[in-house]
């Protein structure tokens, strides 16, 4: 029986994974795909989406050194059987700008010393293919434009042809517009900056160019929209080139499941518990009746990892190794420093889940502020997806609940900054309500904070506003699946309290909660009416048959909040 193949968690180099055995989602067939597209291309894809393996799997394919171990590295792959007349054809220039780091002072330093060492280690790698004295030509070359020269113009005599990859292209640009500011990040992009300067080198020297990172910001800066390649981010053909499909996913855990590695564990329950967390991804319009939705494979790996190492999927849906990805996205996106417009937008999509709007293919960071422009970077960051189509412009909505928890997230933070609410004590009544039925003190804590929190300032103001302030504090709850708007019995209660029997059986009671909103000057009779008409509401939730299949055996509590303006009006259990 052959070994088992090991879980690719954390791994981006495919001569590793090939090597030492590692399960390989396999996107090959979409090398001819590149191929016949155009010789110079450009990708945008989230963080933790495998860009950086697909990067790697390229280089081995197309190396002229790896030329002999086609058949080795690409065994029972898509493309052994269909290989191109490109393959191992090219010399391949690999830089990983994510290593490069520093401040604004220490950056071009570190820039040329790093690209200095790759372009060392080209000359030793590839000097066999130039005639004597290549080798020590380069290293001889103290500075990076020299060398580079010196490798042009070599390979421009010898006839060789050059593929430049090049991943994570806007990595330290991202961080100097972070940390230092848009006029630091202009100096480097603009004009006679270092690193705008080197783009002008490049499509005269390679013979094919593939770049991929997580935002066009710094390729619009310093290409003047570009023109150094074509931009495939929204092409339909390459909407599911990086990623997992379900399908992916599903030939995973049947792999797995036939190897024993996840006993006591259905394909259906990994798939129910993983969707709501990891799917949900669409890059191009014309991809939304056509293509199935895409799983973040980080996520994905994460998961499997955790559920094979410890039995039991992870308490945390979220992989804690993306805390730092989602620190520097709210950095970029300025969410500290929002204005009001900017602002208006975040809360729309957290409080709706959508935002309706246009996607640019490129913008300077100038223009960042625009709301286009800032819908854009959203969606190329993962924090929005295509997930409709409204007349000339698309909706865009929130892929999934990864992404949902940044955005209350987000929320809470900037809550919290108005009207601190004691986390001890929102833990207390969370404690209560999940072990003991005490709904009370959790319904009064939350009606406390959203009073405090508005009468000192009017962020919310109305009832879509009303449930985007709960989600925020209920998703702090770890009791609970919080579920906005689930269809139950024909209808869409506002939240759905689901217990997480997996992480938390102990949980003893569940909860439908029906949040009902009066603007201040609503009379008595009003709110007498909205009250009968939420009592129909819950119950007729409760009635439906999959109801009964989400609580177990839990004691299910029908609970309706009633606010006029900012004060707490009315809070009761429905029998």
């Known amino acids: 029986m052959a070994p088992i193949r090991r879980l690719p968690y954390g791994i981006s180099d495919f001569k590793q994974l090939r090597r030492d055995n590692f399960y390989f989602v396999d996107k090959t067939r979409y090398i001819p795909v590149m191929e016949d597209t155009d010789n110079f291309l450009f990708l945008i894809r989230p963080r933790r989406f495998g860009k950086s393996i ?28 269909h290989p191109t007349p490109e393959q191992g054809k090219y010399q391949v220039l690999y830089f990983d700008y994510s290593q490069i780091g520093g401040t604004s002072d220490e950056l071009e330093h570190n ?32 500075k990076y434009r020299n060398k580079f020269t010196f ?3 070599s390979a421009r005599r010898t006839g060789a042809q050059l593929y430049l990859i090049i991943d994570e292209y806007d990595n330290f640009t991202n961080t100097v517009l972070n940390e230092e500011g848009e006029a630091i990040y202009h100096a480097l992009t603009h004009a006679n900056g270092f690193y705008r300067d080197i783009f002008k080198q490049y499509k005269p020297t390679f013979s094919r160019i593939l770049m991929m990172g997580v935002s066009p910001v710094t390729m619009d800066d310093l290409t003047s929209g570009f023109n150094i390649a074509s931009n495939i981010s929204m092409r339909p053909e390459f909407n599911m080139m990086l990623g997992f499909s379900e399908d992916d996913v599903r030939a995973m855990i049947r792999y797995y499941q036939a190897m024993g590695r996840l006993e006591g564990y259905t394909e259906e329950a990994l798939i129910e518990e993983m969707k709501p967390w990891y799917d949900g991804y669409c890059f191009s319009r014309t991809s ?46 300025q969410l500290d420093t929002l204005d009001n417009y900017r602002r208006g937008i975040i809360h729309h999509i957290a409080e709706n889940g959508y935002v309706i709007g246009r996607l640019q293919e490129s913008f300077d960071a100038s223009r960042l502020v625009d709301r286009e422009n800032f819908i854009s970077l959203l969606f190329y960051y993962g ?5 409709g189509v409204e007349g000339a412009r698309l909706r865009l909505t929130i892929p999934n609940n990864n992404v949902r928890r940044q955005y209350y997230d987000w929320l809470l933070r900037e809550y919290q900054g108005i009207a601190r609410i004691d986390i001890s ?12 039925g005490e709904w009370r003190p959790m319904l009064e804590a939350l009606a406390d904070a959203y009073r405090e929190t508005t009468s000192v300032r009017q962020l919310i103001e109305g009832e879509r506003n009303l449930q985007g302030f709960m989600n925020a504090y209920l998703s702090f709850n770890p009791y609970y699946l919080v579920a906005p708007e689930v269809e139950l019995n024909h209808g869409y209660c506002d939240f759905f309290l689901m217990p997480d ?69 009315r809070m009761e259990k429905v029998e």
């Not at 924090?383 to 997930?387: H, K, S």
């Not at 439908?512 to 008595?524: F, G, P, R, S, V």
């Open 501 to 569: 029997f997996i992480h938390y059986p102990m949980v003893a009671h569940s909860y439908i909660l029906e949040l009902k909103y009066l603007k201040a000057d609503a009379t008595e009779a009003e709110a007498q009416k909205q009250w009968a008409e939420a009592v129909d509401q819950i119950r007729s939730y409760a009635e439906g048959p999959r109801v009964r299949q989400l609580i177990g055996s839990t004691q299910l509590h029908l609970l309706i909040l009633q606010i006029r303006g900012h004060e707490p009006l």
């Open 425 to 436: 004590h929102l833990n207390d009544v969370y404690d209560g309500a999940a072990l003991r």
């Open 111 to 142: 820039f040329e010393e790093y690209c200095c060492n790759i372009l060392d280690f080209f000359a030793r790698d590839y000097a066999p293919f130039y005639p004597e004295g290549f080798l020590d030509g380069v290293l001889s070359r103290k």
């Open 383 to 387: 924090m929005l997806t295509i997930g």
């Open 151 to 153: 490798i042009h113009e």
């Open 288 to 333: 939304l009746t056509r293509d199935p939705k895409m799983f973040n494979c980080d996520m994905v790996l994460y998961y499997l990892n955790r559920v094979m190492q410890t039995g039991r999927s992870p308490r945390e849906m979220i992989d804690p190794n993306t805390r730092t990805d989602y620190a520097k996205m709210r950095k970029l996106i």
């Open 54 to 81: 697909f990067l790697s799997m390229l280089r081995a394919y197309y190396d002229i050194n790896e030329r002999d171990n086609f058949q080795k590295l690409f065994a029972d792959l898509w493309i052994a059987d």
